[in-house]
């Protein structure tokens, strides 16, 4: 059974702070994702990667960044928290090939103050 | 690039009734269709997908048709019960990525 691990399900977060969310794949897929989940808009893209230390830029790439150092692990980093970026953080990953089922994560709600 | 529109974006149906949720896409190379459910508070799930090469697929209750010469495609679910209520979300892939409807909120009436 793929699992897909967020590490903080919950975050409350000034303005300004930096902020690292972590996403964990148990199934050595090399594709990850990261979306960004806000009412009425469905599921935007931030970034994502091919494979290992690889990285392209999603639709909605501005404020964030993102780091895979290893196969399993894809992180995405707020440099600067604001509010608008207040909202529901989605990893995903899956084996190569864009005609394969993608997994989610459980999501990290993520509220900036 | 490829554009995915969803409709509607919600729907509200009596327990028992049939619901059916559209999709479109612009891509014409698009040659893989899912959808996923998602429950309230919880991930997107995969329920069904289909691949160009059908035009319908079904399991149980919930079935995916495919029209690739007007570029859409739609889930349909017979027989709603409550466990039903989510939101749904269509999707094409286009260049590598998968691209995503806005989502339809899917409401059963007791």
């Known amino acids: 059974d793929v699992k897909v691990t967020q590490s903080s399900r919950y975050l409350v977060k000034r303005t300004g702070e930096k902020v690292f969310l972590e996403c964990v794949q148990d199934?050595?897929?090399?594709?990850m994702f990261w979306y960004r989940q806000d009412p009425g808009l469905g599921l935007r893209l931030i970034y994502f990667?091919?494979?290992?230390?690889?990285?392209e830029k999603g639709d909605i790439p501005e404020g964030y960044s993102v780091s895979r150092e290893k196969k399993e692990r894809f992180s995405l980093i707020l440099e600067s928290a604001s509010t608008n970026q207040t909202s529901m953080y989605l990893c995903?990953?899956?084996?190569?090939?864009?005609?394969?089922?993608?997994?989610f994560g459980e999501g990290s709600w993520l509220t900036v103050v | 690039g490829e554009n995915v529109e969803q409709h509607p974006s919600t729907l509200s149906v009596q327990e028992g009734d049939s619901a059916v949720i559209k999709c479109t896409y612009s891509?014409?190379?698009?040659?893989?269709f899912p959808w996923y459910k998602q429950e309230l508070g919880k991930r997107p799930q995969l329920i069904i997908d289909?691949?160009?090469n059908v035009g319908e697929k079904k399991d149980q209750r919930i079935a995916v048709t495919l029209n690739k010469t007007a570029k859409h495609f739609s889930l349909h679910i017979t027989e709603t019960q409550p466990e039903d209520s989510a939101v749904y979300f269509c999707?094409?892939?286009?260049?590598?990525?998968?691209?995503w409807g806005a989502g339809t909120k899917l409401i059963i009436k007791p």
């Open positions: 999707a094409a892939n286009s260049n590598y990525q998968l691209i």
């Open positions: 990667s091919y494979d290992v230390k690889m990285k």
């Open positions: 891509d014409s190379a698009s040659n893989y």
């Open positions: 199934m050595d897929h090399e594709n």
């Open positions: 289909i691949r160009s």
């Open positions: 995903a990953s899956r084996v190569q090939n864009s005609g394969n089922t993608i997994y």
